[in-house]
């Protein structure tokens, strides 16, 4: 029920945009957070949209930007000055309960879009 997309490779200072879109939700009414796995590494926390406001993980403040399109029903992880540590698969994730998702135990997961950042 959520499709992320906009994954590919960019050199490091580059930008993207992933889109997170959701079918059979109404995304106003949830929680929505963007999640990414490096490869060797455990998923981490990388930006999230609540009813309180928006949250970043310290290592993407300044660069990254969430948000929400309520009525294409998507939310966007918009992405500059991209370094190589940004590397990962993107997962976007989605539940009614805040602290689900803040936990990274929502009930509503992408399927991932690769993100590859090249020095």
């Known amino acids: 029920q959520l499709q992320a997309s906009g994954g590919g490779e960019v050199q490091a200072g580059g930008s993207l945009r992933l889109s997170c879109a959701a079918s059979?939700?109404?995304?106003?009414?949830?929680?929505v957070a963007w999640f990414r796995q490096a490869e060797g590494k455990e998923r981490g926390f990388v930006a999230r949209?609540?009813?309180?406001?928006?949250y970043y993980t310290g290592s993407v403040k300044g660069r990254f930007t969430i948000s929400r399109d309520n009525a294409k029903n998507t939310v966007y992880l918009q992405m500059n000055s991209l370094k190589p540590e940004d590397t990962a698969v993107y997962y976007c994730?989605?539940?009614?309960?805040?602290?689900?998702?803040?936990?990274?135990?929502?009930?509503?997961w992408g399927q991932g879009t690769l993100v590859t950042v090249s020095s």
């Open positions: 994730a989605a539940d009614t309960r805040n602290y689900e998702v803040v936990s990274g135990r929502a009930e509503y």
């Open positions: 059979g939700l109404t995304f106003s009414r949830y929680a």
């Open positions: 949209f609540s009813w309180s406001g928006t």
